[in-house]
């Protein structure tokens, strides 16, 4: 077996472990990570984000032009769906940015592993692959994010799966049944829904989107129903099982589901099994996640975790802030990540995003709020756009009118929570945000209209 000596070695390639990777080494450190697949990026750039996002947009220029393009003058004949040219793009986009991120690790001389990458006591990591490595590092950093969770009486076998396989049907499916009415089922429901599908959405709970502001999920729940998915709340599933060349999914208290494809979009489990955590002590919690502490120091020495596989919001940029944090605080002695303003995003159409608490959270807690919102109607650039379906809510401490909160339903929101976000990083009041010119027209103006709305002086309402 080869041996090598590193400072730090990261295991995993994903969003957190990749960016951990090169900051370290821009930090002057010699920086190596390990990755089993072949192309880097981990889920989001192979089988998440990105190529879900590459599906999404191309599914809604689909369906505009089938039925908007009309209205903006615009007549289109003879339309067709091209799923194969469309999947195409899909992996091109894809081997791209997976190649970018190779090339950045050659940029920044960070040492790459093909292989898996685990623990095999203090100090030290091996990478079993064709071949096979022992490596000795200072800094061990655990990157090796999720996958997508199973759910009791479901095996993920032929027609039913993951979102791993919606992302490459070969062809539509008649019926498809999303179970999980997260960011993840509503995007990829959406899309099989725009290009033909019927989508029947099954949800444990009785709303959508758990963790979005209640009354904006309610009212993206209204505009979904217009778009012609199906929904089914409160739904317990019991079970899923193969039914000649498709699925029927049984439901609690009422008459089972039959499918074509059935997708299962019940969330993330931490990626941990034989990473060799015993061998320096670690053991993870009851949902499989690695207990961390101050700088994400595991309970062993000079081991350290980040992103999905610790648990909190399972987001990519999460990860990406934590490595960051991470590797400065090993490098400079300090490194922090906010999370109180970590943004959300589900990429529908409209889309949803959102920052800080929700009113729901608020109350809970107790805190005095004022709100103010403004629906994108009355937004000229949302007019102009011809996406006027819903609002923003901004929520503000009732003492200090600090923002504590954002949440958008509409056009373009995954772009607009950012400033929402740089306004809470920086402790700004819903009047600093009322205050700041906005250019017009623009869908920005929406927020300013909010913050204006907080203190009961809105313009265009």
């Known amino acids: 077996m080869k041996k090598a000596k590193h400072e730090l070695v990261v295991i995993g390639a994903g969003p957190g472990g990749y960016v951990a990777a090169i900051r370290a080494a821009q930090l002057g450190m010699d920086a190596a990570c390990i990755e089993v697949e072949p192309a880097l990026g981990g889920t989001c750039l192979r089988v998440g984000c990105i190529p879900s996002k590459a599906l999404l947009e191309s599914s809604e220029k689909y369906l505009d032009a089938d ?12 339309l067709a769906l091209d799923l194969a040219a469309m999947l195409k793009r899909k992996e091109r986009i894809v081997k791209g940015l997976t190649g970018g991120v190779d090339g950045l690790f050659k940029k920044n001389k960070v040492t790459r592993y093909l292989g898996h990458g685990r ?12 071949e096979p490595v022992e490596i000795t590092a200072k800094h061990v950093l655990v990157a090796t994010g999720s996958r997508c969770a199973p759910l009791k009486g479901v095996e993920f076998k032929g027609a039913i799966g993951t979102s791993t396989e919606a992302l490459s049907y070969q062809e539509v499916p008649g019926h498809l049944v999303v179970i999980g009415a997260g960011a993840i089922g509503l995007e990829l429901g959406s ?5 033909g599908a019927k989508v029947t959405v099954l949800e444990y709970l009785d709303r959508i989107l758990p963790g979005a502001d209640a009354g904006i999920a309610a009212a993206a729940l209204r505009v979904f129903k217009r778009q012609g998915l ?58 499989g996640f690695i207990p961390v502490g101050e700088g994400f120091a595991t309970s ?29 605080r090993l490098a400079t002695g300090y490194g922090h990540v906010n999370y109180d303003v970590i943004p959300s995003i589900a990429y529908t159409s409209p889309e949803v995003a959102w920052v800080g608490r929700t009113e729901e959270q608020l109350t809970e807690e107790g805190v005095a709020y004022r709100k103010g919102t403004f629906p994108f109607k009355a937004n000229g650039r949302a007019q102009a756009l011809g996406t006027t379906d819903g609002e923003v809510k901004i929520l503000a401490d009732g003492a200090t009118d600090r923002v504590l909160g954002v949440h958008i339903f509409g056009p373009r929101a995954g772009d607009l929570v950012a400033e929402a976000t740089a306004a809470m990083e920086f402790g700004a009041s819903s009047e600093d945000v009322a205050r700041t010119c906005h250019a017009h027209p623009t869908l920005s103006e929406a927020l300013m209209e909010a913050a204006l709305a907080v203190d009961d002086r809105v313009i265009h309402m």
Not at 67 to 78: C, D, T
Not at 191 to 195: D, G, N
């Open 67 to 78: 039925r908007e393009l009309k209205k903006h003058g615009v007549n289109v004949s003879g």
């Open 119 to 130: 623990l095999a006591g203090p100090g030290k990591v091996v990478v079993d692959g064709d």
């Open 191 to 195: 899309v099989w829904r725009r290009l």
């Open 230 to 287: 199906k929904f089914q709340l409160d739904a317990r599933v019991t079970g899923a099982r193969l039914e000649g060349d498709g699925a029927v999914v049984d439901v609690e208290g009422v008459d089972p589901v039959a499918a074509d494809r059935v997708l299962v979009a019940v969330g993330r489990a931490p990626v941990t099994e034989g990473l060799g955590l015993d061998t320096v002590g670690i053991e993870t919690d009851k949902r």
């Open 300 to 328: 062993a020495g000079g081991v350290h975790a980040i992103g999905d596989v610790i648990g909190g919001a399972m987001l990519a940029h999460k990860a990406h802030e934590e490595g960051i944090a991470c590797v400065e």
